[in-house]
């Protein structure tokens, strides 16, 4: 009796390594689409505000809603297949230069804890009279990229960036590289009209 158990003992622990050798499914883990993106191309943005700049042929800037000072300068850049939109703010300064700076790095700094590291750029090109600063915010942030810039005494121009998809910087950072190589090329050639 007592051999009989210990057979059938054995019996089942064969059969059940023998039963489990199938491989087990593991689960792939997620992936994204890969984006084929145009070679880089550019056009003079020109309208009727006091600014202009080269902006990318992908991209389509459109009116945003007038503001409650009535200012008409406001542009939304519709970022086309990159899913996203940069938002483009004017001012003319009418307040100490400071309020608007201060502003802009308040916006920086709402980012702060989800930023992994915030790399800044100081845009200094005085044969245009154009100043200021290029914001880079890595980790899963809602606008990777801010800027403003500012002639120092008329105008002023606030800049950010946000995407319509959950923040995932793995999985954006080819079109985040191709979207700066844009933007920089937008604060290199803008000028006050």
């Known amino acids: 009796m007592k051999n009989m158990k210990l057979l059938i003992s054995l019996s089942l622990l064969v059969f059940m390594f ?7 499914n593991i689960p792939k883990p997620p992936t994204y689409l890969r984006l084929e993106l145009p ?11 006091p600014y202009s700049f080269d ?6 800037v459109n009116q945003a809603p007038v503001d409650q000072e009535g200012n008409a300068c406001h542009k939304r850049i519709e970022l086309g297949t990159l899913n996203g939109t940069a938002y483009l703010r004017y001012w003319k300064i009418t307040k100490p230069l400071a309020f608007y700076i201060n502003n802009a790095n308040d916006e ?25 600063t290029f914001f880079e915010l890595q ?3 809602a606008t990777p990229y801010q800027f403003y810039l500012t002639d120092s005494v008329e105008n002023f121009i606030y800049c950010e960036v946000l995407f319509n998809s959950t923040p995932n910087y793995d999985s954006l950072v080819p079109t985040l590289d191709y979207l700066e190589q844009d933007l920089m090329r937008l604060v290199e050639t803008l ?3």
């Open 18 to 24: 023998v039963g489990c050798k199938e491989e087990a």
């Open 39 to 49: 070679d880089h191309a550019y056009k003079v943005y020109r309208d009727d505000c």
């Open 55 to 60: 902006i990318a042929d992908l991209y389509k």
């Open 108 to 132: 920086i700094d709402r980012h702060k804890l989800k930023a992994t590291n915030i790399i800044d750029k100081q845009i200094i090109r005085p044969e245009d009279n154009v100043y200021g």
């Open 139 to 141: 980790g899963n942030v």
């Open 191 to 193: 000028e006050w009209n």
